[in-house]
Structure formats: structure tokens, C-alpha cells
């Protein structure tokens, strides 16, 4: 089965740049995520949604940062206007459900250098 | 507060040897932990999943183990080999949340020298 897929798979914006990052997750994964891992650091969920639906988007800097997945499959993660401190890979990872037994499954990432 | 910690940060190991990870947890009410390795410029792979209701988990040369009371994991990986040169990451599912969110350590970089 196809895994995970991310696009781009690199991007170089300038700060106070937008920048916008696409997930397709596993077909039928009904839960999808986003992360950030900044160098040297472990993955920190941003936002994960259950069908279309936010369940927990607390560590989201709403101020810059959304994201959507309005018909339950393809998610877009955006970054406006970005900052210097956004360098990070940003992963997107499905499961197929929420419950604690489902195994995650990541995408390769995209990688964001902000300039 | 709720955090996952892995020692050491990097190892470096001759090829054959066996090896071991740890990783450390601060809450013993947890779902689950599970083992990521992180190839540099790729995403995760789910190398191992521990219930919180096992001891210890084993695939091929991985062999992980898990005692909640200690609040600890191990990963042991035997006869390592160039192959396994990868970041290893420990993820714990912390219970009381609603969503079962992954709390993940910082990695440990290990390189396995031929």
C-alpha cells in the first residue's frame, strides 16, 4: 500500500514569506498529523484531525500558522508570514484511527529553511 | 509536566557489537511506547510497539524492553551493523489525554563504524 506522501520535499522562502506544505495520508486513515522537528530535537505535534474535524491543535502558533483538511483526506499546513525560527522539517503522519493502539505512519517530511 | 528523555544523545560503535538505548519517561500512566528510526533527509519508521500491559517486544535484532514502574525503556539492538547508522527516537503515548498524542525524546544519533 502507498505510504505517506508529502510535497515539496525541500523549500528556501525569505522570512515574512508564506509558504504552504500538502500531506496525502494512507487511504482510509481517518486520523492525520502534523509535526515540526527543529534540528536536534524530537517531532512536537502541531495539529491532529479526526476526519476533517480539529481534536488537538494546542501547540499551533495560531498566529502564524494553519491548517486544513476540508473533505477528510488531503491536509495543507500554511505559515504566514514565517520566521527564522520556523527552519524545521515539518512531518505529516496518518492513522487509522485515534485510538492508542493505532500505529502512526510519517511521511518524509518537508524541509523548511527560512532565510 | 510530561517528557521523554533518551540517553545518551550520540553513540559510536564498531561494527558487531551489541548496543543499548535508553529512554526515560517521567509518568507511568502510558498507553503505550514505541521505537522510531529517523534516516537523515527521510521520516520515521516504527521499529517496535509496547503495550503498556508487556514487558518487551522483539524484531530480528531488535529486542525492546519496558518497566513502567521505573518509568524506562531499553532498546537493544545485537550484532549492530553500518546499517543501522540512524537516529532512534522513543515516542510514549501518555494517558489522561483524549487524543493519545505521541510525546517524543530528542533521539539518540547512533553511527556504527565498519
Known amino acids: 500500500e502507498a505510504g505517506v506522501a508529502q510535497s515539496p520535499r525541500y523549500k528556501i522562502i525569505e522570512k515574512r514569506q508564506s509558504v504552504a506544505f500538502w500531506c496525502n495520508p494512507i487511504?482510509?486513515?481517518?486520523?492525520l498529523y502534523w509535526y515540526q522537528q527543529i534540528l536536534g530535537q524530537g517531532p512536537k505535534l502541531l495539529i491532529q484531525f479526526q476526519n476533517n474535524g480539529v481534536v488537538d491543535d494546542s501547540q499551533l502558533p495560531k498566529d502564524r500558522f494553519s491548517a486544513e483538511r476540508l473533505k477528510g483526506v488531503d491536509s495543507t499546513l500554511k505559515i504566514q508570514p514565517a520566521k527564522l525560527e520556523d527552519s524545521a522539517v515539518y512531518l505529516c503522519?496518518?492513522?487509522?484511527?485515534?485510538?492508542?493502539?493505532?500505529?502512526?505512519?510519517f511521511g518524509p517530511g518537508t524541509r523548511l529553511t527560512v532565510t | 509536566k510530561q517528557e521523554v528523555t533518551q540517553i545518551p544523545a550520540a553513540l559510536s560503535v564498531p561494527e558487531g557489537e551489541n548496543l543499548v538505548l535508553n529512554c526515560s519517561f517521567t509518568?507511568?500512566?502510558?498507553?503505550?511506547l514505541q521505537w522510531f528510526r529517523q534516516d537523515p533527509g527521510k521520516g520515521l519508521t516504527s521499529l517496535l510497539l509496547?503495550?503498556?500491559?508487556?514487558r518487551e517486544q522483539t524484531s530480528g535484532r531488535l529486542n525492546a524492553s519496558l518497566d513502567k514502574s521505573s518509568g524506562r525503556s531499553t532498546l537493544y539492538i545485537a550484532a549492530s551493523q553500518p546499517g543501522d547508522s540512524a537516529t532512534y527516537l522513543c515516542a510514549v503515548r501518555y494517558s489522561g489525554g483524549s487524543n493519545y498524542k505521541l510525546t517524543f525524546g530528542k533521539g539518540t544519533l547512533l553511527t556504527v563504524n565498519p
Open positions: 487511504s482510509g486513515h481517518a486520523t
Open positions: 509496547i503495550q503498556s500491559s508487556q
Open positions: 503522519a496518518s492513522s487509522a484511527g485515534t485510538a492508542s493502539f493505532y500505529e502512526q505512519y
Open positions: 509518568d507511568s500512566a502510558i498507553y503505550n
